[in-house]
Nanobody
Framework: QVQLVESGGGLVQPGGSLTLSCAVS????????MNWYRQAPGKQRELVGS???????TYADSVKGRFTISRDNAKNMVSLQMSNLKPEDTAVYYC??????WGQGTQVTVSS
């Protein structure tokens, strides 16, 4: 049974940092394209970044240089490290295993 469980969301002040984790069961995180998406209120879901099976990462321009995706094959987890957070980063963040495996999402709120 495939399951993706995100954790680590919360409230953080502008300029702060937060790390999200995605624990995966049912497939290996190093065998598929893994993505992080986010959806802000009233907006479409957008791709934040990806890590390919061979380890290459890519990011949306809006988060490049501030967010880092990593993978722990032993724990079968993917993480999203976020730094220098801005109010516009406020959204529900989702882990995705390409193409159709999704977590339930975790809320990130950036506010003073």
């Amino acid at each position: 049974q495939v399951q993706l469980v995100e954790s680590g969301g919360g409230l953080v002040q502008p300029g702060g940092s937060l790390t999200l984790s995605c624990a995966v069961s049912g497939f290996s995180v190093n065998s598929v394209l893994m993505n992080w998406y986010r959806q802000a209120p009233g907006k479409q879901r957008e791709l934040v970044g990806s890590i390919r099976s061979y380890g290459v990462t890519t990011y949306a321009d809006s988060v490049k240089g501030r967010f880092t995706i990593s993978r722990d094959n032993a724990k079968n987890m993917v993480s999203l490290q976020m730094s220098n957070l801005k109010p516009e980063d406020t959204a529900v963040y989702y882990c995705n295993g390409f193409p159709n495996y999704w977590g339930q999402g975790t809320q990130v709120t950036v506010s003073s």
